[in-house]
């Protein structure tokens, strides 16, 4: 395997990595190329100059790997709409796929992001960094110039397995419309994802009689809330439907506290145990 990242060592095999990474010294300005077992390498530089970081970043990008830059930057928009962000120390990720994404410190989603197949760059501007993606279908440009760098890595990532989702409440909801008597004798799904004002009905359907019953689905034991949120949608459908018959609420979990199992009672609502698929109980 040999990767064209920037460093006094550029090419190996993968024969010539121990099992225990090795870590090389890259040259003056103190860059250091790491290589581990199956042939995966990092180059990484912290606090590097502009030019240098331009180069970690360019010569990575040219290489299909995946690129972090970390520092002090601001962050531009311009597409379906635009935004700018301020100065603030800011983690950027560039994908080989294309895909871009900006993060702070906080939260699980980018403050901003450009889907696979765009066109990076990193370029110097007035001497600073900056890093841009860009789409032309439809046109959208992400702009990101870095008034200090703290941390550049590339990384030759390879993954070849598909993500295998087990126990989510995805599994549950394909077990019961696959087979609707997991949830009684009868019962007929009629919607998935059902608006009501109160929010969206994980399955909506009808018993045997006819009458119309929201399904809530839990993948694992829980406790007052999820039986607040089950009435709210059943409320929420009872004036919806204008229907001569209260609506049904079932919630469907592996378990429920004892609270909980009162609460259901006192609102009549119904429980059904089901565990999803490959997972085990989990009582917090």
Request: glycine share 10%; hydrophobic share 35%; with cysteine.
């Amino acid at each position: 395997m040999s990767c064209g990242f920037r460093g006094e060592v550029r090419t190996w095999s993968s024969t010539d990595c121990s099992s225990v990474a090795r870590f090389l010294p890259a040259g003056p300005q103190g860059r250091t190329v790491t290589v581990v077992d199956e042939g995966l390498r990092l180059e990484t530089s912290q606090h590097p100059d502009h030019e240098t970081a331009r180069d970690v970043v360019s010569e990575a990008i040219e290489a299909g790997a995946l690129v972090t830059v970390v520092g002090r930057c601001t962050v531009d928009y311009e597409g379906r709409a635009s935004s700018t962000l301020g100065p603030g120390e800011r983690l950027v990720m560039l994908k080989p796929d294309g895909a871009a994404l900006v993060h702070t410190d906080e939260g699980q989603q980018p403050v901003n992001w450009q889907p696979p197949d765009c066109e990076h760059e990193a370029t110097l501007v007035d001497g600073r960094l900056l890093v841009e993606s860009h789409r032309e279908t439809p046109e959208e440009h992400l702009a990101v110039s870095f008034e200090s760098v703290l941390e550049v890595s590339a990384y030759g990532l390879t993954d070849e397995r598909d993500l295998s989702l087990e126990g989510t409440e995805e599994d549950l909801r394909q077990r019961i419309l696959d087979d609707p008597t997991l949830i009684e004798t009868g019962f007929v799904p009629l919607a998935t994802e059902r608006q009501t004002p109160a929010g969206a009905v994980d399955i909506y359907g009808e018993d045997g009689d006819g009458r119309a019953v929201a399904v809530e689905l839990k993948r694992r034991r829980v406790g007052p809330d999820a039986v607040g949120q089950l009435g709210r949608y059943v409320d929420a459908m009872d004036r919806d439907l204008h229907a001569d018959t209260d609506v049904r609420g079932i919630l469907v979990a592996p378990s429920v506290t004892d609270r909980a199992s009162r609460l259901l009672a006192e609102r009549g609502l119904e429980f059904v145990p089901l565990t999803p698929t490959g997972a085990a109980e989990c009582d917090t």
